[in-house]
């Protein structure tokens, strides 16, 4: 591949990676953490990858500015770009409100998919980004992480997808709720042929998501502090009739009950994928 062609790659990932960051916008305005409610100056938000300096809490963040944090410079290549929701259902209103949500976001949809490498090690990842209708499952939401899992398996590729997500996508009904199954049937035939699965959990994770491929993993990681579950804890509180216990739900919670292997800070994140794939490498894989 040339240096030119690598440029341009690496360009386009960081054009929207800056877009995504917020990185544009002035550097001394503060805002409140959501987290510890103290005021934190933007740039340093930014130096921080949007971790809090002062509580460490882990904003949200977008799908190409986590894939710029995670592979190598020059090395993104996106896939299924232009794969995009339609109104299936004609629901009322759906169609304006999927044409603001691109506009908002600059994406086609809530998750991005590419090829790439960390540490030099070839991978396939997908990222859904919350701030497309909070990452619901669509169709082409479910349609795009399918493709992406049938690529890494015919190609003998681990495969990486960071999760973040509301659950299912109502305009779209019972089309959305078939992703849950078709997801974890390709994720299923790529562990069948050895394949190499890290599933990571980011802030929130829930609904169909949590219950079909972001579940799967042969390792499962999430940063600090996120919410991992089916129903939401205020939901399952009015449901049993009980106060649950504190952080429940939360990555801590889930990692102290043999649910998520690691919690991981976005600082070390790509450091520790590089250290997987590297033992994953020296085991070899079935072919």
Sequence with gaps: M???????RHKLLSLKALRDSGAVLPGNTEENCPHCGQPVLRRE??????????????????????????????????????????????????????????????????VVTALGRIDGQKVA????DSRFFMGS????????????VEYADKN?????????????????????????????????????????????????TTGGVTASFASLGDVMLAEPGALIGFA??????????????????RSEFQEEHGFVDAIVPRSEMKATLAQILRLHAKGGRRG
């Design 125 to 128: 990842a997908g990222v859904l």
């Design 156 to 204: 003998k590729l681990p495969l990486i997808l960071f999760s973040a997500s509301g659950g299912a996508r109502m305009q779209e009904g019972i089309l959305s709720l078939m992703q849950m199954a078709k997801t974890a049937a390709a994720i299923e035939r790529f562990s069948e042929h050895g394949g190499l699965y890290i599933s990571i959990f980011t802030h929130p």
């Design 232 to 249: 939401g804890p205020r939901v399952i509180e009015q449901t049993i009739g009980e106060k649950l216990p504190a952080g429940f739900q």
């Design 2 to 8: 040339s240096n030119v062609f690598v440029r341009r």
């Design 137 to 148: 499952m669509s169709a082409a939401l479910g349609e795009k992480v399918t493709r992406l």
């Design 45 to 110: 938000l930014v130096k921080n990858q949007y971790v809090c300096p002062l509580c460490g809490y882990h904003h949200p963040i977008g799908a190409y500015y986590r894939l710029s944090l995670v592979l190598d410079e020059g090395s993104f290549k996106e896939m299924d770009e232009d794969l995009i929701s339609s109104d299936p259902l004609e629901f009322p209103g759906y169609e304006a409100k999927l044409d603001g949500a691109r506009r908002r976001t600059g994406l086609g949809e809530g």
